[in-house]
């Protein structure tokens, strides 16, 4: 081994290690759920983004859903009005917003880009109590609609 491949597996041992840092740093929701498709933002009936055991079964929006009432979540039966329980919004621009009542009224909380909350439980962005639990009736981003 001459001196000048020593250097190259050098450098390539320590761009390894950096990428591995970054890894290591990113906040734990900040992968998409696989579903849930860049430009929309995604409801799901149960935590950890699922429906009945699979994140394939969402309620997506690229731009608002101004009554839930009238949509149920993809493969079910289950209406999307005062059920969810995660969303993500895997929006390319905009915050999104989500709402106690149909056509944004009421109680609402924001989700950043590329953020989502794995459980309304446990207190969403700005709130720490589960008062969202099975609650939303309305989203948008914000674009469209906002408080
Ligand atoms: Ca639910
Ligand atoms: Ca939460």
Same mark, same amino acid.
């Given at each position: 081994m001459n001196k000048t491949s020593r250097f190259l597996i050098g450098a +390539?041992? +320590?761009l390894t290690l950096a990428a591995g840092a970054v890894a290591v740093a990113a906040p734990a929701n900040a992968a998409a759920p696989s579903s849930c498709a860049s430009g929309a #933002?995604?409801?799901w009936d149960n935590m950890n983004?699922?429906?009945?055991g699979s994140v394939n079964n969402r309620l997506y929006f690229v731009q608002f859903v101004d009554n839930l009432a009238n949509y149920k979540y993809s493969n079910t039966q289950i209406s999307t009005n005062d059920t969810a329980n995660s969303a993500y919004n895997n929006g390319n621009t905009d915050a999104a917003y989500y709402w106690e009542d149909a056509f944004y009224k009421k109680a609402w909380f924001t989700l950043p880009k590329k953020t989502g909350d794995s459980d309304f439980g446990n207190g969403v962005p700005g709130r720490s109590d589960g008062f969202f639990n099975n609650r939303l009736s309305s989203a948008s981003?914000? #674009?469209?609609?906002?408080?």
């Open positions: +390539a041992t +320590a #933002s995604c409801l983004y699922v429906t009945n981003f914000y #674009s469209i609609h906002h408080p």
